[in-house]
Nanobody
Framework: QVQLVESGGGLVQPGGSLRLSCAAS????????MGWYRRAPGKQRELVAI???????NYADSVKGRFTISRDNAKNTVYLQMGSLKPEDTAVYYC???????????????WGQGTQVTVSS
């Protein structure tokens, strides 16, 4: 069983910064990628940023230049540094990982429980 535990959400003023963390634990052989998604009220879930196991990253256009995703492979942890936050960044942020639990195991997509980020004055 693999679990993802997120932390770091909260209330921040426009223009402020926030850092999210997500740690994977359990029976992990390897992690292909880890990423962050978000769901704003009344909207569909969208990809925010993703980082692959060799460091390649992708970002949503709406966060490029403001958010930075990073990963500590030794700790199976991914971070999302968010800066210049806008009210439209308000959403529940979900961590996701594609995990392999054994040498011959298949890939499994794991999701965290979500953490609320609210950008408001």
């Amino acid at each position: 069983q693999v679990q993802l535990v997120e932390s770091g959400g909260g209330l921040v003023q426009p223009g402020g910064s926030l850092r999210l963390s997500c740690a994977a634990s359990g029976s992990i052989f390897s992690i292909n990628y880890m990423g962050w998604y978000r769901r704003a009220p009344g909207k569909q879930r969208e990809l925010v940023a993703i980082i692959f196991n060799r460091g390649r990253t992708n970002y949503a256009d709406s966060v490029k230049g403001r958010f930075t995703i990073s990963r500590d492979n030794a700790k199976n942890t991914v971070y999302l540094q968010m800066g210049s936050l806008k009210p439209e960044d308000t959403a529940v942020y979900y961590c996701s990982a594609r995990v392999i639990t054994s040498p011959r195991g298949s890939e499994n997509d794991i999701w965290g429980q979500g953490t609320q980020v609210t950008v408001s004055s």
